[in-house]
């Protein structure tokens, strides 16, 4: 089992940055492929980017590639979300969740997620 806490949301204006962070238990994290999703009021959860256990290939959606950078650190246990020139339309929930494998864009893949954290960008 693995527990997963995100952190670093807040409210941010447009043009902002924010980073992300996803903090497992347990030292199994490095064999659990990460993703980050989010989800706004009223959407259905989405697949926001993800990396493979030892962060040899990541994958990012069309809306954030280019903007949004995913990583980890398996010695501490920890992955992240680097976030740069951000948009209201980027304002949701985010989670982060493990599993077992390469690494999917299906929110039905992973095994383990987080609670969620909230980031709002608006002036």
């Known amino acids: 089992h693995v527990q997963l806490v995100e952190s670093g949301g807040g409210l941010v204006q447009p043009g902002g940055s924010l980073r992300l962070s996803c903090a497992a238990s347990?030292?199994?994290?490095?064999?659990?492929?990460m993703g980050w999703f989010r989800q706004a009021p009223g959407k259905e959860r989405v697949f926001v980017a993800y990396?493979?256990?030892?962060?040899?290939?990541?994958g990012h959606a069309n809306s954030v590639r280019g903007r949004f950078t995913i990583s980890r650190d398996n010695a501490k246990n920890t992955g992240y979300l680097q976030m740069n020139r951000l948009k209201p339309e980027d304002t949701a929930v985010y989670y982060c969740?493990?599993?077992?494998?390469?690494?999917?864009?299906?929110?039905?893949?992973?095994?383990?997620w987080g609670q969620g954290t909230q980031v709002t960008v608006s002036s």
């Open positions: 969740a493990v599993g077992r494998g390469g690494g999917s864009m299906g929110v039905g893949w992973y095994d383990y």
């Open positions: 347990g030292r199994s994290f490095s064999t659990y492929a």
């Open positions: 990396i493979n256990a030892c962060a040899v290939n990541t």
